[in-house]
């Protein structure tokens, strides 16, 4: 009985160590997610960074990546639908959901 026991108190804690919080899928979104990551060119803590400086013509310009700490969750789903030079990922609701709780942090 107490062998049982244990073996349930121990199967429910290792259980309870592989599932992610919300925002903890979130940081996985930010940090890891397929084809480059936001860190890549929002900056590893999201607060934004230059890219590249590059030449139009005689003009230069700069391409900046703006910061993301923070941003609402309508903010999130329009920036990514907004991307021009990123790729718009496609992600689901419930991954924005959770990279907004990542950020807000
Ligand atoms: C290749 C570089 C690059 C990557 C990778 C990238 N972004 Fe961006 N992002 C940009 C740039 C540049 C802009 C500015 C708008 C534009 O030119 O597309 C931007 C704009 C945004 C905005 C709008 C911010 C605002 O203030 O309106 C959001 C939100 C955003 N990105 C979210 C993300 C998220 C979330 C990811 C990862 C899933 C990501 N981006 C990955 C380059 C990138």
């Known amino acids: ?3 049982a026991l244990l073996a349930t ?3 429910a ?3 309870q160590g592989s599932f992610l919080k919300p925002a903890e899928h979130g940081e996985m979104i930010y940090h890891e997610t397929r084809i480059v990551a936001c860190a890549a060119c929002h900056g590893t803590r999201a607060q934004g960074q230059i890219i ?3 030449l ?3 003009q230069s ?3 900046y990546a703006p910061p993301l700490e923070g941003l609402s969750l309508e903010a999130i789903t329009r920036g990514l ?3 021009e030079l990123a790729p718009r990922y496609h992600l689901s609701d419930q991954e924005i959901e959770n ?3 990542y950020l807000a942090r």
């Open 9 to 11: 108190a121990l199967v």
């Open 56 to 58: 139009d013509g005689n």
């Open 81 to 83: 639908a907004r991307h």
């Open 13 to 15: 804690a290792s259980l």
């Open 99 to 101: 990279l907004s709780r």
């Open 52 to 54: 590249a400086h590059y």
């Open 61 to 63: 310009r700069t391409l």
């Open 1 to 3: 009985m107490i062998r």
